[in-house]
């Protein structure tokens, strides 16, 4: 065919937008054109003052039967864990660990309340709960599930479940058969939950593995999900009912027994019914929202997150951008040239259209391989700041597993279901060294990582992260168990002009923690809701007491105690600056 | 048993009829038809797309920029099929970060600009999405991924896609480049495995991917851009899968490619093999189309 006139003409002018493209996705390549600009000053500074408060802890990870050696780094690569709780009643929030090697010991520092703590796990009895024979912990979260105003802890394994009654704030009795929970679980969390509005704390505790596999015995090397993104075969969650001190499986019968590779729960009332729902964030599968139908049965709905199926590593609740509402957001794995599942920052719009609404994009959504996150006014200014725990598995520096996932990620999943076929680890890191992410609110400019900024600098391979006001000083310190490695508590230092306002709750028809009571306050344009979590993010609890900066607000006009029992408390004109203890009327 | 043999014989006329007729259609409509069927497939099962509007941005970009360039290079709009087999294929391979939309964009003026630009003796040398895919994960890695693992892991999608993708294949003429292509891949990846002393399921896994799908029934086999001559696509086919495994063992080796080769080894092995080789091949020929 001849060329009409010009054509080499035609082609070079056709040759300077393509070779401008491909400059421009360089361009691009290297992050967003216009730079933040407010990020320089995020209003807050983290101190590690892990040595300086006496925190010690390191974790160890477990190992397995040798017929799963190859994969070994990766099936035990979970199992450190963080929650806080005043298990003393002295005010002070105290911060318990869990260890994953026989042997190694759990640790409970006690806040002495000089800004050190002191390791009091062996005299209390939650220490040495790793054994042959039991299992290894991979986290624990407290409640008081007997309501006798002090703080009781269970504990979840790759093993048995061990609940323990806190007797008298120092020492703790195992109470686990006595209640009905000796239970053979691979389990990498739980949550304590008053599903049916009893006054009394139900427990909902996830499954990774099948249940009837013994990681130290195995009969069998096909126990890995079949597959990447629409796993069933994992095990099985589990609720408890509290039947005054004595724990029921109604699994089935309220209808939660998921078997989607759970790795984390969350609970709170996502569409004003009055009812606690589930929300779940499960690992090679979509997330799963249950929703509570009057304490009589859980129903399973889209509500838009069937969209996305990812892996799910953690879900922590938080009012993202002050509606009064608590949004969701969960953590997934992205790495650079490989894979990005994006993190999903879910905007709960249940009350209207019935569904949640992801609008993660940007820096929130790709903040590596992340795993437990937390809301939390690190500045105090009136807007949620969340911090996000990174890092899979570092080990050599200069060898990548991600070339061999690559294999098999993409196959059939009756390959990859059995860990024999995978390729062996080896020393090789997977995402191994990634930095924590601190992501600063700037509302409708969306939000930036001030990690580096503000002093949180560490490399750990972070797995759970609980916030707590750790010397009562109007706070919200972090601090972070990292996976086969020491533990790092970080100080928050925000402007010291910011106002602040905290809530202590103390439950009387509802459970006494006031698991899932609901605070929304307030303060002239300033509106935010928060909820006591009863386990949230990845193998983590937040301090019982809520803590909401309020900007230069000089007053709060109200706040609302939306109690678990379905009772709700006006607060009005609540003392700033200050923890205000709120007991919920007992009519 | 008569009965059953004549029954017999009209179903496999039928067939043959039906078979026949489909010769009739251009290939391009096939092959439109195969990946619109795993476009469909993926979302409705598995939800995969994301979002709608990649899709949309990507089938404007490619369409657009595809009517756009053919009437300024060629003074007439050309048929905008491929145009759209390229804007489904970025939709279902491309992976950005944080959902971003650029890459989409990007990504169809790439592929569709490639053509017009990238040309030898008024031939265009790379499969359009191949040479953008290509060019994204080389030049914006942090960015930019390729679908690894999708469709569930699930064995009865990937049998309806191969059965489809075979038949397909079969009546536009290119099945000998797809199984020599995967008899390649086993054969030497089961050889490297062997060689290194690694297990070889975990070698030959990805072929059982949908990666591994799109790019034997819609890159390795684009009509317009494999050479001529039954032998030798037969030749390049192999040659890509040698390449291939070579990029692999670079990889197992830890040799400091970057990531786009150990990512997406078999879409970098056609882009490297699949240009020089139709260059070869249109200079062989030494005519014009």
């Not at chain 2, 043999?5 to 409509?29: E, L």
């Not at chain 2, 949309?56 to 300024?72: H, I, K, N, P, Y």
């Not at chain 2, 679908?147 to 009546?171: E, K, P, Y």
């Not at chain 2, 696509?233 to 150990?262: C, H, K, N």
Request: charged letters at 20%; proline letters at 4%.
């Amino acid at each position: 065919m001849p060329h009409r006139p010009g054509h080499r003409t035609r082609r070079a002018i056709i040759a300077i937008p393509f070779l401008a493209a491909i400059l421009l996705a360089m361009r691009l390549d290297r992050g967003p054109v216009r730079a933040s600009s407010d990020a320089t000053h995020p209003g807050f500074v983290l101190r590690d003052q892990t040595a300086a408060a006496g925190i010690d802890f390191v974790h160890h990870r477990p190992s397995f039967d040798p017929k799963i050696a190859g994969v070994e780094p990766h099936v035990a690569a979970l199992g450190a864990s963080v929650s806080v709780t005043d298990f003393d009643g002295d005010g002070w929030p105290d911060v318990y660990f869990t260890n994953s090697r026989f042997g190694e010991p759990n640790a409970l520092y006690r806040n002495k309340g000089n800004g050190t703590f002191e390791d009091v796990a062996g005299a209390a009895g939650v220490a040495d709960l790793n054994e042959p024979g039991e299992g290894v912990s991979m986290g624990a979260v407290w409640g008081d599930f007997d309501n006798d105003g002090r703080e009781d802890l269970l504990v979840y394994r790759y093993g048995y479940l061990s609940l323990f009654r806190n007797v008298d704030g120092k020492h703790f009795q195992d109470v686990t058969a006595p209640a009905g929970l000796h239970r053979w679980m691979n389990s990498n969390g739980a949550i304590w939950l008053d599903y049916d509005r009893d006054g009394l704390l139900d427990l909902y505790v996830t499954a990774y593995f099948r249940s009837d596999i013994d990681l130290w015995h195995l009969t069998t090397t096909r126990i890995m999900h079949n597959s990447f993104e629409f796993a069933t075969n994992g095990g099985k969650n589990l609720l408890f009912h509290n039947v005054g001190g004595k724990f029921e499986d109604v699994t089935d019968q309220m209808g939660v027994g998921s078997t989607r590779w759970t790795l984390a729960a969350s609970s709170a009332d996502f569409n004003g019914d009055g009812w606690p729902d589930i929300y779940l964030a499960n690992d090679y599968g979509p997330e799963e929202l249950y929703l509570n139908d009057h304490g009589r049965r859980f129903q399973l709905t889209t509500a838009g997150l069937e969209s996305e199926s990812k892996s799910g590593m953690s879900v922590t609740l938080g009012d993202a951008f002050n509606r009064g509402r608590l949004d969701a957001f969960v953590t997934n794995i992205s790495e650079r040239g490989y894979i990005f599942q994006n993190n999903n920052l879910r905007v709960n719009e249940m009350s209207g259209s019935h569904r949640f609404r992801n609008v993660a994009e940007g820096a929130i959504a790709d903040a590596g391989w992340a795993w437990g996150a937390q809301f939390g006014d690190l500045n105090n200014d009136g807007a949620n700041e969340l911090f996000v725990a990174n890092g899979f598995i570092s080990a050599n520096r200069n060898r990548s597993y991600w070339y061999a996932m690559s294999k098999i990620a993409g196959a059939n999943g009756r390959l990859f279901e059995d860990a024999a076929t995978w390729p062996a680890f080896g020393d090789a890191s997977l995402s191994g060294y990634e930095p924590s992410r601190v992501y600063l609110n700037r509302g409708v400019a969306g939000w930036v990582d001030v990690a580096k900024k503000v002093g949180a600098n560490d490399l750990y391979d972070g797995r759970a992260v609980a916030l707590a006001d750790l010397s009562n000083r109007g706070t919200v310190d972090v601090v972070v168990a990292n996976q086969n490695q020491p533990a790092v508590l970080y100080r928050d230092f925000p402007d010291s002009a910011n106002h602040w306002i905290a809530f202590k709750l103390i439950g009387t028809r509802s459970n006494r923690s006031a698991i899932g009571a609901e605070v929304l306050i307030e303060a002239g344009d300033l509106k935010q809701r928060r909820v006591i979590d009863g386990g949230s993010g990845f193998a983590s609890q937040n301090d019982r007491r809520l803590h909401f900066g309020l900007g230069s607000h000089e007053w709060v006009d109200r706040a609302v105690i939306q109690w678990p029992s379905g009772a709700q408390q006006t607060v009005v004109r609540p003392q700033i600056d200050r923890l205000v203890t709120i007991t919920e009327p007992e009519r | 048993m008569a009965d059953a043999t004549r029954t017999t014989t009209i179903d496999g006329n039928a067939v043959s009829r039906a078979w026949q007729r489909t010769s009739k259609i251009d290939p391009r409509y096939l092959i439109a038809f195969l990946i619109t069927l795993v476009l469909v497939a993926a979302q409705l099962r598995y939800h995969m797309l994301g979002s709608y509007d990649r899709l949309v941005l990507a089938l404007v970009v490619c369409t657009g920029t595809e009517a756009l360039l053919s009437w300024f290079d060629r003074g007439k709009f050309v048929n905008l099929l491929s145009a759209y087999i390229s804007g489904i294929s970025l939709t279902l391979l491309i992976k950005p970060q944080g959902g971003a939309l650029w890459p989409f964009a990007l990504g169809g003026f790439l592929a569709i600009s490639s053509k017009y630009v990238l040309k030898y003796r008024d031939n265009h040398l790379w499969n359009p999405t191949n040479f953008a895919i290509s060019a994204l994960l080389l030049a914006a890695p942090d960015r930019v991924s390729v679908l690894s693992h999708q469709f569930g892991n699930d064995l009865t999608t990937n049998l309806v896609i191969w059965i489809f993708g075979l038949i397909i294949a079969a009546r536009v003429g290119v099945l000998h480049i797809t199984l020599t292509y995967v008899a390649s891949f086993l054969v030497l990846n089961g050889a490297r495995a062997l060689a290194l002393g690694q297990p070889v399921m975990p070698e030959i896994a990805p072929i059982t991917g949908p990666m591994y799908q799109l790019f034997v029934f819609f890159m390795i086999t684009d009509p317009r851009t494999v050479v001529r001559g039954r032998r030798r696509q037969i030749v390049v086919a192999i040659l890509i899968a040698i390449m291939e495994m070579l990029i692999r063992f670079a990889s197992d080796q830890g040799w400091p490619l970057p990531t786009a080769f150990s990512a997406a080894p078999a879409f970098l092995a056609l882009a490297i093999v699949g240009p020089v080789a139709k260059w070869l091949d249109l200079r062989r020929l030494g005519v014009q189309r």
